[in-house]
């Protein structure tokens, strides 16, 4: 057997034995050692082989298939290749995803000689490269696999292969299932006894999905961004409005990376005792005004139960005032879409929302449910491989899979529907024809008019159901609002359920919102 297609086998023997059930590959040249090594595995079982030809969709599809826990790999040919998969490992990196890069590279004696595909991918996706040795023996091959599989995040593992580069046998190396060195990935959540007030408020973000759980349950009022689990309904919308003085809290205690909203930054800005839970020396602290961090979670020693009730109170006329003006406005909007599709998608779903408005949208409107699972790229918060994202993690869920994002999220990720295995996936298109979040931001202010629409409102005029049927992916418009909810049907494969509505009146309808709220404190 030569030593190229010998290494690859063992890699790919011992990424199963740590737990990968999930492969995408990019098909290449100096990648083929792996490409066979992986087509084997899949044929003896061990694994689910995804096939792309682009790079960075490959990328993005491998951070939804890893997003829960469970690592996926992504590998590819060397140069440019490599560099593509670089926006999907920032976001794993920024959200401690389990996403493995397995690049294959040139010889080393190659670097700086002209030779074709070869760049130095040296620390070239921004976290440590664990570089195998060419042609490594297997107890080094086997070692150094279980070390990048125990990082906590991304890891990025380069392989030099020398020529040959295709297989001379089928022999397998091994029948064990257990790692070579077995390794706990697992995050320990610790709580201890906390001298925070009893009216603190809880605001959740993007964090390890065990400690904010936990944080879910301390007892505090919490507001907790989409992703987190539980939260008050709207409490961002009562932050962005202003907290009216008997809701203001004494404490701010923040875990995770809270991103959407500037009320919660003029919060923190304002309140004198906020305690951050965050990795060590990597807290969420935009606003420079933490007091405290921590890994470990505080324990309330008392809470204020007629604070929180008031909390309560609060939440439960501001969502009776939102649905109020949301009933009164013409369908439809991203808040009314929104809202429809968290209270319509059947119990047990996934719903991968999409930065810029749809994520911002379900936590102004949406529903707040336990019995959905809810997830978005908010790590770097961008726009690109989305649709990838939401393919990967509809493809390891158990039930009814979903997306809402708009139309240049869309467009952004055409390539993630050329695809080789099509989960039941429904992608709601929120179609505005442009960048319909800068109506809201400084540039959308009616004194930068005449520039808005070239520089950001940018609209395209693309014909999505064209588009889809290029692709072979089942498309339609709806138009109401009982159509949109039938079209909600899970279906047999991926489908694309487009909305379209107009940007013009975004702006006044959110400064509605907001006073809607505002006016509820005011009576």
């Known amino acids: 057997m030569n030593p190229a297609t010998l290494q690859a086998r063992v890699v790919v023997d011992e ?3 740590n737990g990968v059930r999930h492969v995408v590959l990019c098909p290449g040249s100096r990648n083929a050692p792996l490409s066979f090594a992986l087509h084997q595995a899949e044929q003896r079982g061990l694994l689910t082989l995804h096939v792309r030809i682009d790079e960075r969709t490959a990328g993005f599809l491998a951070l939804g298939l890893a997003k829960r826990g469970t690592p996926a790999v992504v590998t590819c040919t060397s140069g440019t290749a490599v560099a593509n998969l670089h926006p999907a490992v920032v976001e794993a ?15 080393v004696e190659l670097y700086r000689t002209g030779a074709s595909q070869t760049i130095n991918q040296h620390d070239i996706l921004g976290i440590r ?12 091959t086997r070692s150094l696999i279980c070390r990048a599989m125990a990082t906590d995040g991304p890891s990025h593992i380069n392989i030099p292969f020398r020529p040959p580069l295709t297989p001379d046998d089928d022999a397998w190396p091994t029948s064990d299932r257990t790692p070579w060195t077995a390794t706990d990935r697992t995050t320990a959540i610790e709580t201890r006894p906390s001298d925070l007030p009893a009216k603190t408020l809880v605001l959740l973000g993007d964090d390890h999905p065990g400690r904010v759980r936990e944080a879910a349950r301390l007892g505090w009022p919490v507001i907790a961004e989409p992703t987190a689990p539980g939260g ?3 409490g961002s919308l009562l932050l962005n409005a ?20 500037r009320g919660q930054q003029a919060l923190l800005k304002n309140t004198a005792v906020v305690h951050a839970v965050g990795d060590q020396a990597e807290w969420a602290d935009t606003q420079f005004t933490a007091t405290r961090a921590s890994t470990w979670l505080p324990e309330p020693q008392a809470v204020d139960q ?8 609060a939440v439960k006329d501001v969502s009776a005032a939102v649905d109020g003006l949301l009933d009164a406005e013409p369908w439809p909007t991203g808040l009314h879409v929104a809202r429809e599709l968290t209270h319509t998608i059947p119990g047990g779903s996934m719903l991968f929302v999409g930065s810029s408005n749809p994520i911002r949208d379900v936590d102004f409107a949406g529903e707040r449910r336990d019995d959905l699972e809810v997830h978005a790229n908010r790590g770097a918060a961008g726009i690109d491989g989305s649709v990838s994202t939401a393919i990967g993690l509809a493809t390891t869920h158990e039930g009814p899979a979903y997306a809402l994002m708009g139309d240049l999220t869309f467009l952004h990720d055409l390539n993630g529907l050329i695809t080789d295995r099509r989960p039941d996936l429904t992608i709601v298109v929120l179609n505005d024809d442009g960048g319909g979040i800068f109506s809201l931001l400084e540039q959308g202010a009616p ?32 138009d109401g609002k009982e159509e949109f909810r039938s079209a909600l049907a899970p279906p047999e494969g991926i489908q694309v359920v487009e909305v379209r509505s ?11 919102l907001k006073s809607t709220v505002s006016t509820v404190f005011s009576r």
């Open 15 to 17: 990424l199963v034995r």
């Open 232 to 234: 008050l309904r709207h």
């Open 93 to 107: 990196e920024l959200t401690h995803v389990p996403l493995v890069a397995l690049t294959a590279d040139r010889p």
């Open 502 to 512: 107009k940007r013009d009146e975004l702006r006044s309808l959110h400064q509605r």
């Open 306 to 313: 007629d604070w929180a009730q008031a909390w309560q109170s």
């Open 242 to 261: 202003g907290l009216p003085e008997h809701l203001e809290p004494e404490a701010v205690l923040v875990v995770g990376r809270v991103t959407l909203s």
């Open 447 to 478: 004194e930068h008019d005449k520039s808005f629409e070239r520089i950001f409102g940018t609209p395209h005029g693309a014909d999505l159901a064209a588009l889809c049927a290029g692709h072979r992916i089942r498309h339609s418009i709806v």
């Open 129 to 140: 490269t664990l570089h195998m040795p060419e042609a490594a023996d297997e107890p080094t």
